[in-house]
């Protein structure tokens, strides 16, 4: 018996290294590939891929790596497994710069017919008219959120242009929530097999703007959703966080980003066990939160933030 548990517990050593390599090195993957030293972020892709090939995104970005590299031989095996392991955005893909290298090679109409196949089988069980409704919802959703970082930029946090943006951000998620209930309770959280992926996600980023009673009313039904498959684990993550910080708990997983009304700076609210942020991210399929927080020029030093962590606690009471 003490034999079977030790196995049990190097194997799962074994794997949560493993996940832990693979995510450091997409990152440092994807880095490489933002600074455009497309070769060398080609290395790391095939490094993490030799620990896994299942995440259809990341082997599509490799793909665009080393199409960009001039490698096209390694480019279309990660392309044609990202299809296989679930790639369906064929309006993308036919539309991307960095894959202009594989369009005169004979493999790429096979590889755009491939797609084309998948995703007829695919589609053949939708129901079209609730994609079409929640793709309306998800364009609303994002249509003025999306001017919100330039808005910022240009007018200033409290200006009359951002309180304008807001406003109608506010009625626009009003009408959303009520669409998106009616949805949830008659139907129930819709999987990307019946409406594709970007509708499927409408419901959890409608979800996410709501109240606070809508949000734990509607967890349950998510949590079960992600059990079976039909809702993202890293999206469930998110919706988790802002829960536990909008009830006075320090939140999970780091996604949610307070600003400190004194002197306006961006900070990581509350955080339980920072030690072990990435540990239980990678397990929910989030990236590093050193990567995360850099969208609001953060640097993640976990000693200081625990250092900080009482006085992060002040701000939020």
């Keep these: 018996m003490r034999n079977t548990f030790y196995t049990l517990l190097l194997v799962f050593l074994f794997t949560s290294v493993n996940a832990q390599e693979y995510s450091k090195l997409i990152s440092e993957a994807n880095k490489l590939y933002e600074t455009k030293e497309y070769k060398m972020s080609t290395d790391l892709y095939s490094k993490a891929f030799k620990i896994e090939s299942e995440n259809p995104s990341h082997l599509y970005n490799g793909a665009c790596s080393s199409s960009l590299a001039g490698n096209t031989k390694k480019a279309f095996k990660w392309l044609n497994l990202s299809i296989e392991k679930g790639w369906t955005n064929l309006r993308h893909l036919k ?100 409406v594709g992926a970007q509708a499927n996600s409408t419901l959890f980023l409608v979800i996410q703007h709501s109240d606070l009673e809508t949000q734990k009313k509607y967890l349950p039904m998510m949590k079960e959703a992600v059990a079976k498959g039909n809702a993202s684990p890293g999206s469930l993550a998110l919706l988790i966080d802002r829960i536990e910080i909008r009830e006075g708990r320090k939140q999970i997983y780091g996604s949610q980003i307070g600003i400190n009304q004194n002197n306006k700076a961006y900070y990581v609210l509350p955080l339980i066990d920072p030690d072990n942020v990435d540990k239980r991210r990678t397990e929910v399929g989030l990236g590093p939160i050193s990567d995360y927080i850099k969208n609001w020029n953060l640097i993640w030093d976990v000693e200081k933030y625990k250092r900080d962590l009482p006085e992060l606690e002040k701000l939020k009471k």
């Excluded at 894959?99 to 790429?108: A, G, I």
């Excluded at 069980?125 to 240009?154: C, V």
């Design 95 to 194: 539309s991307d710069t960095d894959l202009e290298n594989l369009h005169s090679k004979k493999e790429w109409g096979k590889t755009i017919e491939k797609l084309e196949k998948k995703i007829e089988l695919i589609e053949a069980n939708y129901d079209k008219p609730l994609q079409a409704e929640l793709l309306a919802i998800y364009e609303e959703d994002q249509k003025y959120r999306m001017q919100m970082s330039e808005t910022q930029k240009k007018f200033g946090p409290d200006s009359k242009e951002m309180n304008d943006l807001w406003k109608i951000t506010m009625q626009k998620d009003s009408i959303n929530l009520l669409k998106v209930k009616k949805i949830l309770d008659e139907k129930g959280w819709v999987g990307k097999d019946k």
